[in-house]
């Protein structure tokens, strides 16, 4: 007889009745079963809830972005040469001060111009000198001829009288008249000097105009040949060095100013629509294609084994065009920010152009904002709420009665977290919810909705 013969035909048989034997004592040590009223067993199921309480925060929109230059400078030579001096100063990189010394253009060709129209308006000074001169002597002159034309005419006259009396000849009276012919020939030649003189004297005080208006240019060409910086900011690229020939509109540097920064960000639609609600519509009537001034908090978060975040504060400041982004369908924005110097990290804090920033935009929050338990809403959109009749969550009541319903459509604006939990903000005027309605959280699977009589259920709440 083997080993297996053995189990099969002794072990077995003793193991098999062992086990019933245990199988029996559990049956027999089980309670005996509990009898349940009429009343308990009508009881209907108990359901746990949370209150719907309005949203006391403030709405917030969430976006990213991008810094940008708010001004990038290209500064051009305004007159014609060779660069003489470059400061050292003037360096990719390097901070300038406005009215900071960056070129000067060799000065010597506008110095020689500038001596040259000075004695040209030397030279202008001393003709109007002269001609005012003639003038006076002309018209000296034509007081002298029309004092002489005076006695000529009373000598005339008398040789006429006394003709009439044969005092005197013909050819005395002809005399006489050539006289006064004589004065009138001499008031036309000193009116027409008079004339010549004063023409003259326009003449040169036009030129001396037009010279007091290339002294200007010669000033303001002079004054050109020395290029200093319009902003305060940071040299992003030099392009000329020392010696370099430039021709006038020839960029010589790039400049950005940093006294203030811009953020370039796209908005969708929906979030859009927030920052809009609320803006005051103009004089007639229609709102102005422009962005409400809603202050915007800039976050930048430095990565690595330092974690870091700098804040800054901006504001919305326009669109950044008109119309929709074709690849990403939405609404692009500009936001500045006045003062994007921390005074931190030795100015590597600074907002400076390239950073990707996280916004945070307060905008309008209407009073139609609730707020529910995350967990209630799911996948489909849908909220599990218990209508009672009357009895709201503000009410201090141990146990209330109601019907086990449903709220479809229930579109989530925002997450918000506080000491209670988790939640999410809805709109009440897009939905069936409202402030106080009790909201389902843990959900009752094969409970029918929305039946007055198989929906009933229970709710057991704080005082």
């Avoid at 001829?145 to 002809?174: C, F, G, P, S, W």
């Avoid at 370099?244 to 811009?262: K, N, Y």
């Avoid at 503000?394 to 709220?407: D, K, L, P, Q």
């Avoid at 939990?421 to 409202?434: K, P, Q, R, S, Y």
Wanted: charged fraction near 25%; charge should be negative.
């Amino acid at each position: 007889m083997n080993y297996k013969t053995i189990i099969i035909g002794i072990v077995l048989p003793i193991a098999i009745w062992v086990l019933a034997g245990l199988m029996i004592m559990g049956i027999l040590a089980l309670p005996s079963p509990v009898t349940i009223s009429a009343g308990e067993s009508k009881l209907d199921p108990l359901v746990s809830v949370r209150a719907a309480t309005k949203f006391e925060s403030t709405m917030t929109v969430q976006a990213d972005g991008v810094v940008v230059p708010f001004r990038e400078i290209r500064l051009a030579a305004q007159v014609a040469g060779r660069i003489d001096h470059k400061s050292e100063n003037c360096r990719a990189g390097r901070q300038v001060k406005q009215g900071d010394e960056l070129f000067r253009i060799d000065q010597r060709d506008y110095l020689l111009t500038q001596q040259q129209l000075a004695s040209q308006q030397q030279q202008a000074e001393i003709d109007l000198e002269q001609v005012t001169l003639d003038i006076i002597k002309a018209g000296d002159l034509l007081k002298l001829a029309n004092a002489d034309l005076d006695l000529q005419i009373k000598e005339y006259e008398r040789l006429k009288d006394l003709r009439v009396r044969n005092a005197i000849t013909d050819a005395d009276v002809e005399r006489g008249q050539r006289g006064v012919i004589a004065a009138q020939n001499v008031i036309v030649r000193n009116t027409a000097d008079l004339d010549t003189a004063r023409k003259r004297e326009y003449r040169l005080k036009s030129n001396k105009e037009l010279l007091n208006i290339q002294m200007q240019k010669a000033n303001l060409d002079l004054e050109r040949t020395i290029v200093i910086s319009p902003v305060d900011g940071v040299i992003v690229q030099e392009l000329v060095e020392t010696d370099s020939f430039a021709e006038r509109g020839t960029t010589l540097v790039v400049i950005e100013d940093t006294q203030r920064a811009e953020i370039r960000a796209n908005l969708k639609m929906d979030d859009l629509m927030w920052v809009l609600d609320g803006q005051s519509e103009s004089a007639n009537g229609t709102q102005n294609y422009t962005l409400p001034s809603h202050p915007v908090t800039v976050t930048y978060e430095f990565s690595g084994k330092r974690p870091l975040t700098l804040t800054w504060q901006g504001r919305l400041d326009r669109f950044d065009g008109r119309g929709l982004d074709t690849s990403t369908r939405t609404i692009p924005i500009r936001i500045v920010v006045d003062e994007p110097d921390t005074g931190t990290l030795n100015g590597i804090g600074n907002l400076v152009r390239g950073m990707f920033v996280e916004l945070t935009i307060s905008v309008f929050t209407p009073d139609s904002m609730v707020l529910i338990p995350k967990r209630s809403l799911t996948t489909s959109n849908q909220v599990y709420v218990v209508r009672t009749s009357g009895q709201s969550g503000g009410e201090s009541t141990t146990e209330i009665n109601g019907i086990y319903s449903v709220v479809e459509n229930v579109i989530p604006l925002r997450e918000s977290e506080n000491d209670e939990g988790e939640f999410w903000v809805i709109d009440t005027n897009a939905c069936d919810l409202a402030v106080g309605d009790w909201i389902v959280t843990q959900r009752m699977f094969g409970l029918p909705v929305n039946d007055s009589e198989k929906s009933k259920v229970r709710i057991r709440t704080t005082d």
